[in-house]
């Protein structure tokens, strides 16, 4: 799928910009995916990847009303592309239909004015023997967010079972009104390592990573980043701050 302008009109439709499930060896480049699915449905998603594997989704212009959802499948990359004025970015995680979700890039990606980038989450009805089984989110650009109702509460999210997540080489600025990263893995979760990032908060009221449960911070590793901000590194759920 190339070289396609997809715009939607967020008041009238109920479709997703584009859906497809079950394929294999997927090329996705160089799209505009704007304004499809409707806010108010569950048919939300510019793009809706579920149970693909062997996928390269690249240079694309995603913007306008929702995200690019991964729900399932295997060698998943997210590259280069430009999610600019929206409401979540990439929500990605396993489901019972689709099962987990093994070998997930997120590399060189742009994300500006945007409310979400990243949320890893349970997708739909999955349950806790399901999960992303090795994630490498690095060499992004996150800034700007934008703060409203809804969302999830921090511009970086993990609430599902995630094996071996590497966050490295990322640079995450001007980020106030939430934490950068909230971190709340499910049980069955382990090798969570933040580092060599560059990270700047202009809130004193929120943590640049928050750990959400004390699974967080028993598997979590965080190594050689930057950061400038008036509030913590790190904070756990009963606010204890680790500077």
């Keep these: 799928i190339r070289n396609n302008n997809n715009i939607g009109q967020p008041s009238s439709s109920h479709s997703s910009g584009v859906f497809l499930s079950g394929i294999s060896n997927l090329v ?9 699915g409707k806010p108010t449905s569950g048919f939300d998603h510019n793009v809706y990847l579920s149970g693909c594997d062997s996928v390269l989704f690249e240079n694309n212009e995603i913007t306008g009303t929702n995200n690019v959802k991964i729900r399932g499948g295997s060698d998943v990359t997210v590259r280069a592309n430009h999610f600019h004025d929206l409401d979540n970015s990439i929500g990605m995680g396993a489901s019972n239909s689709s099962g987990d ?7 060189g990606n742009l994300f500006e004015d945007v409310r979400d980038s990243i949320a890893m989450f349970n997708q739909a009805t999955a349950g806790p023997s399901r999960g992303i089984r090795g994630a490498s989110i690095r060499n992004n650009v996150m800034r700007d967010n934008k703060t409203g ?3 999830w509460p921090s511009f970086v999210t993990l609430t599902d079972v ?3 997540l590497i966050f490295e080489h990322n640079t995450i600025v001007d980020v106030a009104g939430e934490q950068i990263i909230g971190l709340s ?3 069955g979760s382990s090798n969570l390592i933040i580092r060599n990032n560059i990270f700047t908060s202009t809130d004193n009221s929120y943590s640049i990573i928050r750990a959400l449960n004390s699974l967080a911070l028993s598997i979590l590793s965080i190594d050689h980043n930057l950061y400038f901000a008036t509030g913590p590194l790190l904070q756990n759920n009963s606010n204890v701050h680790y500077d």
Excluded: S, T, Y
């Design 28 to 36: 996705i480049r160089n799209n505009l995916f704007q304004n499809n």
């Design 101 to 107: 979700l093994f070998n997930v890039v997120v590399e």
């Design 149 to 151: 109702p809804g969302g």
């Design 162 to 164: 995630v094996e071996d």
């Design 185 to 187: 893995p499910a049980n």
